[in-house]
């Protein structure tokens, strides 16, 4: 099984730790000649793919190299306009990298926020008083596990929907806050976690959970 992220928000809605224990990437990689049979356009500051899915190439998917040269935003690692480049028909034959791109920190940012409005909704649409809010998101390659404390911090898990124990694993993430953050005294609450232990034991519980679905006593 995979556990994919890890989110930790603050009782505002800002994100103040997130961790990439996996990320998929599924890539696709062809050799095109003149003229190029796909439409690409800038989004959000990178090149992506707006019409012509084909071979694995899906809408959507970010131009991420160009003949092995990486692409950044929306400019080759050399420093290339990517669209222009493209364009011109002396650079053919090419060789073009496709796939999902990463989250930038901005993106993850907005997503932590949005989150937390959605949240409050959720509770606030209940038809029971003390409603605890969206526990879980599920589609069909993950589920958004989500455990919010007393004082209002969420714990967020991003993980493969067969994954078992991340009930227990949520609960552990807390403990990990509770020993290594809040008792560290360079910690101020509500802010940004840098704290090498608690990425340390983070990780090891992530891979406890992975390899054996769940946590037994003392862990």
Known sequence: MVIFSVYVVNKAGGLIYQYDNYVPRAEAEKTFSYPLDLVLKHHDEKVVVSFGQRDGIRVGHAVLSINGVDVIGKNTADGK??????????????SIRFGRARLSSNEKLMLASMFHSLFAIGS?????????????LETDVFKLHCFQTLTGIKF?????????????LLRKIYEIYSD???????????????CELFDQNLKSSLEIAEKAGNFGAGS
Do not use: W
């Not at 606030?124 to 409603?131: A, H």
């Open 81 to 94: 306009d990517t669209l222009e480049y493209l364009k011109d028909a002396a650079n053919y034959p090419v």
């Open 124 to 136: 606030q649409l209940s038809p029971e008083v003390g409603s605890s809010g969206i526990e879980m």
């Open 156 to 168: 967020i898990v991003l993980a493969d929907p067969r994954q078992s124990g991340i009930d227990a």
């Open 180 to 194: 290594f953050a809040l008792k560290n005294p360079f910690y101020s609450l509500e802010m940004p976690i840098r």
